[in-house]
């Protein structure tokens, strides 16, 4: 008798010490709000983040009230005058655009800085809460070693009984409770991970742009030297400089034309050879893999619409960057303007339709060949001062055209 009582004791001093962790365990899991950890940080962060918003939104209105006076500036006549007002304002606005970007560039980067200390405290949460579960399971498991007599006979009372019975009930509503919770961890932690590579992206887009930017600047600032060089800062001379522009944008528009229906013609007559490969319907694809358009076809913002209509879309991208033929067809004309010209590269293709990429700063096809939708055909240019760039550039870029039986057209229209 002595040693059953004994031994009765000793599973009561078992189960009492099991109960204490399991208690403690519960406390720590209703409490848990309170013991978070790196919040100064993220308050930091956000502090910081919302202080860039405000910067953004500031310099923004100053981009906004630059981009209205060079709008009213070329509504009026073009004079010399006009011109270098037009000219320092657009530098002036290429710097604040580039201060813009660094503040974007900044706020992505505390963006990622957050997320990261975010994804690192729901790691924590989880093993936190892992452990919980561990204990709760390993009480649940002793518990469950112990007859409905023995538990009888370790307390004093029905009641008692009874309250242990409903303890462990608690406890199992607690491991619900907790995998639940583990679950919508991991899925939210899932979702961070993957807003941080998007924010990653985008720091790399941003840092791209901020070079094509400076690149801009670098321009606008080689074409103000180029007009004072040009006109010695005479009124006679800048007309006759806009003058000679326009000469010249039109004798490479007649050209084109010209060359278009010469080439049609030619592949027609070619059309018995057994070589021959005929043009099927057009579908254009995007030359370059970026999409981000800074001068549309006849923009009433194009910066030389004095000189001429642009019959194109400027697609922003690093010097140098590949061109892919937007659909199948034929070399119709390369133009190689070299350091001070324009150069070009005109495809002919089905429907009527033909596609001309300006400033090219390199040109890999050569004249008359078939070319594969996709085939690479040469290298972006723009940059003022390079091969091909000509003098009317604004920076990095590929001039973009679509012609409808030698017409120009809106690309737009005719891209997915």
Same mark, same amino acid.
């Given at each position: 008798?002595? /040693?059953l009582q004994?031994d +009765?004791? #000793?599973?009561?001093?078992? %189960?009492?010490?099991?109960?204490?962790v399991?208690?403690?365990?519960?406390?720590? %899991?209703?409490?848990?709000?309170?013991?978070?950890?790196?919040?100064?940080?993220?308050?930091?962060?956000?502090k910081?983040?919302e202080k860039n918003? $405000? $910067? #953004?939104?500031?310099?923004?209105?100053?981009?906004?009230?630059?981009?209205?006076?060079? !709008?009213?500036a070329?509504?009026?006549?073009?004079?010399?005058?006009?011109?270098l +007002?037009?000219?320092d304002?657009?530098?002036?606005?290429?710097?604040?655009?580039?201060? #813009? +970007?660094?503040?974007?560039?900044?706020?992505?980067?505390?963006?990622?800085?957050?997320?990261?200390l975010?994804?690192?405290?729901?790691?924590?949460e989880?093993?936190?809460?892992?452990?919980?579960?561990?204990?709760?399971?390993?009480?649940? /498991?002793?518990?469950?070693?112990?007859s409905?007599?023995?538990?009888?006979?370790?307390?004093?009372?029905?009641?008692?009984?009874? $309250?242990? @019975?409903? @303890?462990?009930e608690?406890?199992?509503?607690?491991? &619900?409770?907790?995998?639940?919770?583990?679950?919508?961890?991991?899925?939210?932690l899932?979702?961070?991970?993957?807003?941080?590579?998007?924010k990653?992206?985008?720091?790399?887009?941003?840092?791209?742009?901020?070079?094509?930017?400076?690149?801009?600047?670098?321009?606008?600032?080689l074409?103000?030297?180029?007009?004072?060089?040009?006109?010695?800062?005479?009124?006679?001379?800048?007309?006759?400089?806009?003058?000679?522009?326009?000469?010249?944008q039109a004798?490479?528009?007649?050209?084109i034309?010209?060359?278009?229906?010469?080439?049609?013609?030619?592949?027609?007559?070619?059309?018995?050879?057994?070589?021959?490969?005929?043009?099927?319907?057009?579908?254009?694809?995007?030359?370059i893999?970026? &999409?981000?358009?800074?001068? %549309?076809?006849?923009?009433?913002?194009?910066?030389?619409?004095?000189? %001429?209509?642009?019959p194109?879309?400027?697609?922003?991208?690093?010097?140098?960057?590949?061109?892919?033929?937007?659909?199948?067809?034929?070399?119709?004309?390369?133009?190689?303007?070299g350091?001070?010209?324009?150069?070009?590269?005109m495809?002919?293709?089905? $429907?009527?339709?033909?596609?001309?990429?300006?400033?090219?700063?390199? #040109?890999?096809v050569?004249?008359?060949k078939?070319?594969?939708?996709?085939?690479?055909i040469?290298?972006?240019?723009?940059?003022?001062? +390079?091969?091909?760039?000509?003098?009317? !550039?604004?920076?990095?870029?590929?001039h973009?055209?679509?012609?409808?039986?030698?017409?120009?057209?809106?690309?737009?229209?005719?891209?997915?």
């Amino acid at each position: 008798m002595y /040693y059953l009582q004994l031994d +009765t004791k #000793i599973k009561r001093v078992h %189960f009492y010490l099991a109960a204490f962790v399991a208690i403690f365990f519960v406390i720590a %899991f209703i409490f848990r709000p309170f013991f978070t950890f790196g919040a100064d940080s993220v308050g930091e962060m956000n502090k910081k983040i919302e202080k860039n918003k $405000d $910067d #953004i939104d500031s310099l923004n209105k100053k981009l906004g009230i630059y981009q209205q006076k060079i !709008t009213e500036a070329r509504k009026q006549t073009r004079s010399l005058k006009s011109e270098l +007002t037009i000219l320092d304002d657009e530098i002036e606005k290429n710097n604040i655009d580039i201060q #813009i +970007t660094e503040k974007q560039i900044q706020k992505t980067n505390l963006e990622i800085q957050k997320i990261t200390l975010a994804i690192d405290e729901q790691e924590k949460e989880i093993k936190k809460k892992k452990k919980y579960l561990e204990e709760f399971i390993r009480l649940i /498991y002793k518990n469950d070693q112990v007859s409905h007599l023995e538990i009888f006979l370790m307390n004093d009372s029905f009641s008692q009984f009874f $309250d242990h @019975y409903e @303890y462990l009930e608690n406890i199992q509503d607690k491991i &619900r409770i907790t995998l639940n919770e583990i679950k919508n961890l991991k899925a939210n932690l899932e979702l961070q991970k993957s807003t941080l590579e998007d924010k990653k992206k985008r720091e790399v887009e941003l840092k791209e742009e901020l070079d094509i930017k400076k690149g801009e600047l670098g321009s606008k600032s080689l074409e103000k030297e180029t007009v004072l060089r040009e006109t010695k800062r005479s009124e006679l001379k800048f007309q006759s400089y806009v003058e000679d522009l326009k000469k010249e944008q039109a004798a490479i528009n007649n050209e084109i034309v010209s060359l278009e229906k010469k080439v049609r013609e030619e592949l027609e007559k070619r059309k018995k050879e057994e070589k021959f490969k005929s043009l099927g319907s057009a579908r254009l694809q995007w030359p370059i893999p970026g &999409r981000q358009i800074t001068a %549309f076809f006849h923009d009433p913002e194009y910066p030389y619409r004095h000189i %001429f209509e642009h019959p194109a879309i400027d697609i922003r991208s690093p010097q140098a960057t590949p061109i892919l033929a937007a659909e199948a067809g034929y070399v119709g004309q390369i133009k190689n303007g070299g350091r001070k010209g324009y150069s070009y590269i005109m495809l002919i293709h089905g $429907d009527g339709l033909s596609t001309v990429y300006g400033h090219v700063s390199a #040109i890999q096809v050569s004249l008359n060949k078939y070319v594969n939708k996709g085939d690479k055909i040469g290298l972006t240019g723009g940059m003022p001062g +390079t091969v091909g760039a000509g003098p009317l !550039t604004t920076g990095p870029h590929l001039h973009f055209e679509v012609r409808k039986n030698g017409i120009p057209v809106n690309p737009l229209d005719y891209l997915p």
